[in-house]
């Protein structure tokens, strides 16, 4: 294993308050000793430690690399039409899912697998260092269990999400696939993945039947997250937090119990803004959250449907934008609060023992990642301490 200095990061973000200012860490004119996959020191640059390779950041501002706790990439074909649709007045609705299930399924390992690959280069050049990845368009116990073993070769964040929407083959007995899902779906998909997951939704799957799916899921060792209360108001945001579930994801309509909840539990809010950006939803309020002592991630919710963008810096930009988060709660959200909804404490942060996971910006400071939104500010990425390509 090799060491690397990094000297002359302008402005570096740790998340951690003891390495520096304010809830994001921050030191100025720092440097980062990284040796082998870890973080070994952080601290200024005029008092770095030598180490075996050195790069100069000449200014720019380094960050951790970001956590994308919410995605679904193992999928083929795309929704052009429908989307194309929406933005002509169309609104969004769950059931547009069938059409990545057939595209899917008739899909090889092959072309399932390079599009994954394709989609996890183009998130890590924009900063991405850890992801989630789901099942979920498939829908039959052969494709759901190709979908997450394809997955676990790429991430260990791999969730089964055969409750996506119920299957095109059951629309007449709902009730027969809940007990494919947790039967023998479930026991053929549990050995890849790491987290269970369900669409709590109108038009998906109603109160009753995601906790059926989750204490499932629950009981084969897996751990809880759940799409809760995208479209409409509903039970997910309650279900989340008494099963703790590590993370309710989407929480666009929230009554003020869901928010007590929320605020008095262990599971985090993961907001998904390129989902409202892609549908023309309402925007979830992080503001309300966040006042509330909320733990809010941000994500990108990357699928063919909803939310076809893999870029962090676009969801940040959105986050600061039009859901009243500061440029310093949108980065710890994409981070550390994405860490927190995986129930990581190794990523999301750059302080000694951490994964060695960063992005250098173009850049003097991080609040530029909402101040110029689309501009490809990353310069720079180390995965595992290894600069990528």
């Given at each position: 294993?090799?060491?690397?200095?990094?000297?002359?990061?302008?402005?570096?973000?740790?998340?951690?308050?003891?390495?520096?200012?304010?809830?994001?860490?921050?030191?100025?004119?720092?440097?980062?000793?990284i040796d082998g996959e870890t973080i070994a020191w952080v601290g200024a640059s005029k008092d770095a430690p030598d180490a075996d390779e050195a790069y100069d950041a000449k200014g720019r501002a380094g960050i951790p690399g970001f956590v994308d706790s919410h995605s679904h990439l193992v999928f083929a074909g795309d929704r052009t039409a429908e989307f194309n649709a929406r933005m002509e007045g169309r609104s969004y609705?769950?059931?547009?899912?069938?059409?990545?299930?057939?595209?899917?399924?008739?899909?090889?390992?092959e072309e399932l697998e390079a599009n994954l690959v394709r989609y996890l280069a183009e998130a890590r050049k924009q900063g991405t260092t850890t992801?989630?990845?789901?099942?979920?368009?498939?829908?039959?116990?052969?494709?759901?269990?190709?979908?997450?073993?394809?997955a676990s070769r790429h991430t260990d964040e791999v969730t089964y999400l055969g409750a996506h929407i119920v299957s095109p083959d059951h629309k007449d007995d709902p009730a027969a696939y809940v007990d494919l899902v947790t039967g023998e779906m479930l026991d053929a998909c549990a050995p890849y993945a790491r987290w269970i997951d369900v669409f709590c939704e109108k038009g998906a799957f109603d109160?009753?039947?995601?906790?059926?799916?989750?204490?499932?899921?629950?009981?084969?060792?897996?751990?809880?997250?759940?799409?809760?209360?995208?479209?409409t108001y509903g039970p997910g945001v309650q279900l989340a937090v008494e099963l703790d579930a590590a993370s309710a994801d989407h929480c666009t309509h929230l009554t003020d119990e869901?928010?007590?909840?929320?605020?008095?539990?262990?599971?985090?809010?993961?907001?998904?803004?390129?989902?409202?950006?892609?549908?023309?939803?309402?925007?979830?309020?992080?503001?309300?959250?966040?006042?509330a002592g909320v733990t809010v991630a941000l994500s990108t919710d990357c699928n063919p449907g909803s939310s076809f963008t893999s870029s962090m810096l676009f969801?940040?930009?959105?986050?600061?934008?039009?859901?009243?988060?500061?440029?310093?709660?949108?980065?710890?959200?994409?981070?550390?609060?994405?860490?927190?909804?995986?129930?990581?404490?190794?990523?999301?942060?750059?302080?000694?023992?951490?994964?060695?996971?960063?992005?250098?910006?173009?850049?003097?400071?991080?609040?530029?990642?909402?101040?110029?939104?689309?501009?490809?500010?990353?310069?720079?990425?180390?995965?595992?301490?290894?600069?990528?390509?």
């Open positions: 294993m090799t060491s690397t200095v990094i000297t002359n990061i302008g402005n570096l973000v740790t998340n951690d308050p003891a390495q520096g200012e304010g809830k994001l860490g921050r030191i100025r004119d720092a440097a980062v000793v609705k769950a059931g547009g899912i069938r059409t990545t299930v057939k595209a899917t399924r008739a899909a090889s390992d992801f989630e990845t789901k099942s979920g368009y498939g829908l039959t116990t052969h494709d759901e269990s190709r979908a997450l073993r394809i109160g009753d039947q995601a906790r059926a799916i989750l204490t499932a899921g629950q009981a084969k060792g897996l751990m809880a997250r759940v799409h809760a209360n995208q479209l869901d928010v007590t909840a929320l605020a008095s539990g262990n599971t985090v809010a993961t907001l998904l803004p390129g989902a409202e950006f892609s549908t023309r939803a309402q925007w979830p309020d992080a503001r309300r959250l966040l006042d969801c940040i930009a959105l986050a600061v934008r039009d859901m009243r988060m500061t440029p310093d709660e949108a980065l710890w959200s994409a981070t550390a609060g994405g860490a927190q909804a995986l129930r990581r404490t190794d990523v999301g942060r750059l302080t000694p023992g951490a994964r060695a996971d960063l992005a250098l910006l173009d850049a003097p400071s991080h609040v530029h990642l909402a101040y110029r939104p689309g501009v490809p500010l990353v310069s720079a990425v180390w995965q595992r301490g290894r600069r990528t390509p």
